[in-house]
Nanobody, 115 residues
Framework: QVQLVESGGGLVQAGGSLRLSCAASRSIFSFNVMHWYRQAPGKQRELVTTITSDGRTGYADSVKGRFTISRDNAKDTVYLQMNSLKPEDTAVYYC?????????WGQGTQVTVSS
């Protein structure tokens, strides 16, 4: 079974940076696509960024130019580098992987950006 564990969340001031990690229980070569989602209080979960097994990436307009997704296959880990953080980035961030036609989710990590 696939397990994903996020880490790196916390409290940061506006304009600051944070790096999230998503450690997988198996080789991330297994996953054709991996994602970061986020969900703010009272709002619907939204897709933040995506990376494919061959390195293609995509970003939501709200984070383009500020966030960067990357993967380290040797460490079975996907990262989300978040720069120039804004209060509206405050949310629980979830790592997700698509594997054999199923989605697997991490437990989430809280990111809070103060003004």
């Amino acid at each position: 079974q696939v397990q994903l564990v996020e880490s790196g969340g916390g409290l940061v001031q506006a304009g600051g940076s944070l790096r999230l990690s998503c450690a997988a229980s198996r080789s991330i070569f297994s996953f054709n696509v991996m994602h970061w989602y986020r969900q703010a209080p009272g709002k619907q979960r939204e897709l933040v960024t995506t990376i494919t097994s061959d390195g293609r990436t995509g970003y939501a307009d709200s984070v383009k130019g500020r966030f960067t997704i990357s993967r380290d296959n040797a460490k079975d880990t996907v990262y989300l580098q978040m720069n120039s953080l804004k209060p509206e980035d405050t949310a629980v961030y979830y790592c997700a992987a698509y594997y054999i036609n199923s989605m697997y989710w991490g437990q989430g990590t809280q990111v809070t950006v103060s003004s």
